[in-house]
């Protein structure tokens, strides 16, 4: 298991910027993806971004240019920074991790962390 450990949330006002973190209990080097979630009251869960175990990085239309995600795997996180925050950007964020790879091939992780809420209001 990953044991992803979200933090870095908040309350901000509209144009604000935080970072949030993911750490992991474990190595995330051989981790295919890890990847940021988040879910609005009321609304499915959606993708924010994602990175992969090569350092290429993915975004939703919706965070395009206001946001970046990074890994550091000596620390074993990664890192989603977000700036000019909207209202619409509220909702509790969730890193999620596929699957590390193996000699076999990539073994299913399927890890969720507990969340951590971002609240932009003014």
């Known amino acids: 298991q990953a044991q992803l450990v979200e933090s870095g949330g908040g309350l901000v006002q509209p144009g604000g910027s935080l970072r949030l973190s993911c750490a992991a209990y474990?190595?995330?080097?051989?981790?295919?993806?890890i990847a940021w979630y988040r879910q609005a009251p009321g609304k499915q869960r959606e993708l924010v971004a994602r990175?992969?175990?090569?350092?290429?990085?993915s975004y939703a239309d919706s965070v395009k240019g206001r946001s970046t995600i990074s890994r550091n795997n000596a620390e074993k996180t990664v890192y989603l920074q977000m700036n000019s925050l909207k209202p619409e950007d509220t909702g509790v964020y969730y890193c999620?991790?596929?699957?590390?790879?193996?000699?076999?091939?990539?073994?299913?992780?399927?890890?969720w962390g507990q969340g951590t809420q971002v609240t932009v209001s003014s």
């Open positions: 999620y991790a596929d699957c590390v790879w193996v000699i076999e091939g990539c073994n299913p992780l399927d890890a």
């Open positions: 990175i992969t175990y090569e350092d290429i990085a």
């Open positions: 474990r190595s995330i080097s051989s981790i295919n993806a």
